[in-house]
């Protein structure tokens, strides 16, 4: 029999496993041992407390969140369509070599699973790392396609800020060889569409090229083994001040203070189509082909941006590094601004929405023969944009409605169930949702009270008289009118009043 003492070394022991990422099977057993000595300990015949929790990082959704989530998604699906997209989905699980190396210093994050079969397999991290093996695999090499599934990340997440272990993400990416910028413009003109149809308040789509970036970091004296690392740095800057991103770069990645202090005359600019003009006429910059290369298409994508008539939500920002290896040319982030008060010149950023750009390569990595296909994509930050609704819904108090039911099937006297029941059963049979009180005899308060809570708009009421004349009487829940409708008619005039307009 266990004590108390023996389920304490016990529970160390599983502690100590764990933190030595010991064989998944041997912690599993260990566990066992100790469930079993918890249920000796707690005499109740061999059960335990289970901990009724969702695991960290993740969340459940409650049927008031899904009502929000899916009007989000429909912004985004119909935006999507509205281009011309088509739609793929993927394993949730790639093989790990799949995987490693894609993603930086993110690589970190990604979740590795047990050996299967002799595969060794790892959730996927983000879309686009599956969208460019598909292309290599199946030999596509053009295609317009948005993806909205789940992904995973190994994090220790800030969930209040919408940041999860397990997420969805929207994505929409272009795949082909196209005259340059063209495809890319309208990935940015997507994400202007789908922050202004969900009415978040004002935002900024930051744009930068890794061209340009690496231009910069050449002509500033980075070693070209310290432009990723740098890179990376760079991209803090959203979140750090300058002070602390140089002190990173020359402290911990042991690059000089001249080129630190060089960098940073470089990315504390943003502006337009202006700063472009600028930038090409810079004594240094203009010398470098990439950064040469990467402000010429800057220039062509702000003339296609102002055709658009989007280029006032639009900054050139030489600071927009963005951490992910596969980048090659253009690269942009969606941030919403807040207003804190009145007396602050400058919007404060309350974080990224959306981001993406070109990545030429990536399709390449996988192709047996190296073929490359250039792609250029944008992803929605669908859980931070998912936040920020859900806490206005809540200050609001507005009254989500969580079904779609068109009209309750009610009685106003008793022995009628069945009256009921082959009524529902015609309007179903006709695409009306349609609801009734799992009672025999329900009263009538209860019904349009039922109504009430969950906003069902219509009744439709069988009773004897009815019955006799042939028709249903249809009550307005809101309005409390009542209508006599013949039975025949009782579609036609359920779909009439339920239609959206």
């Not at 990315?267 to 930038?279: A, K, S, T």
């Not at 950064?291 to 280029?311: C, P, Q, R, S, V």
Request: net charge negative.
């Amino acid at each position: 029999m266990a004590d108390e003492a023996a389920v304490r070394a016990q529970a160390e022991a599983v502690r100590r496993l764990k933190q030595d990422k010991a064989d998944p099977d041997e912690i599993a057993k260990e566990v066992a041992k100790l469930l079993e000595m918890k249920a000796q300990l707690g005499g109740d015949e061999g059960k335990h407390k289970f901990v009724l929790k969702t695991p960290k990082g993740t969340r459940d959704y409650s049927p008031k969140q899904m009502a929000i989530r899916e009007r989000v998604f429909n912004v985004i699906i119909t935006c999507f369509k509205r281009h011309g997209a088509e739609v793929i989905d993927t394993p949730v699980f790639e093989l790990k070599e799949t995987l490693t190396g894609k993603y930086g210093e993110d690589s970190k994050l990604i979740y590795d699973l047990k050996d299967q079969g002799g595969e060794l397999l790892s959730l996927r991290y983000d879309l686009t790392v599956p969208f460019a093996r598909y292309l290599a695999m199946n030999k596509i090499t053009n295609i317009k396609r948005y993806h909205i599934a789940k992904v995973y990340r190994r994090d220790n997440p800030a969930m209040t800020r919408g940041r999860y272990r397990e997420f969805y993400q929207c994505d929409f990416d272009i795949a082909g060889q196209f005259d340059p910028m063209i495809p890319d413009a309208e990935c940015l003109k997507i994400v202007h569409e789908i922050l202004s149809d969900l009415q978040l308040g004002d935002f900024l789509i930051k744009v930068n090229d890794r061209r340009i970036l690496d231009g910069m970091f050449a002509v500033c004296g980075v070693p070209d083994s310290k432009f990723r690392t740098i890179c990376s740095s760079v991209d803090k800057l959203d979140k750090m001040p300058w002070e602390e991103v140089r002190s990173e770069m020359v402290g911990e990645k042991g690059l000089s203070p001249e080129a630190a202090d060089r960098i940073g005359e470089y990315v504390q600019l943003h502006g337009g189509l202006d700063l472009i003009e600028r930038l090409l006429q810079d004594p240094k910059l203009s010398q470098n082909k990439l950064a040469k290369e990467g402000l010429g298409d800057m220039k062509l994508l702000f003339e296609y941006l102002t055709l658009f008539g989007i280029t006032g939500k639009i900054s050139f920002d030489l600071s927009l590094a963005r951490g992910l290896d596969y980048y090659t040319g253009v690269i942009y982030e969606a941030v919403l601004l807040q207003q804190e008060n009145d007396h602050v010149e400058e919007p404060v950023s309350v974080g990224s929405v959306a981001g993406g750009g070109r990545y030429d390569g990536l399709v390449g990595m996988f192709d047996p023969k190296g073929r490359k296909v250039p792609c250029v994509g944008v992803s929605i930050g669908i859980e931070r944009i998912f936040s920020i609704l859900e806490q206005r819904v809540e200050a609001s108090e507005e009254k989500i409605r969580t079904t779609e039911t068109q009209v309750l099937v009610a009685s106003a006297q008793k022995k009628l169930l069945e009256e009921r029941l082959k009524l529902i059963s015609e309007l179903w049979d006709a695409g009306i949702k349609a609801e009734v009180l799992y009672k025999k005899n329900p009263k009538l308060l209860n019904q349009l009270q039922y109504c009430e809570e969950t906003g069902i708009p219509l009744v439709a009421i069988v009773g004897e008289q009815e019955l006799k004349d042939g028709v249903i009487k249809l009550r307005d829940v809101a309005t409390r009118e009542e209508v006599n409708v013949r039975r025949e008619s009782l579609v036609e005039e359920i779909r009439m009043r339920t239609s959206q307009p």
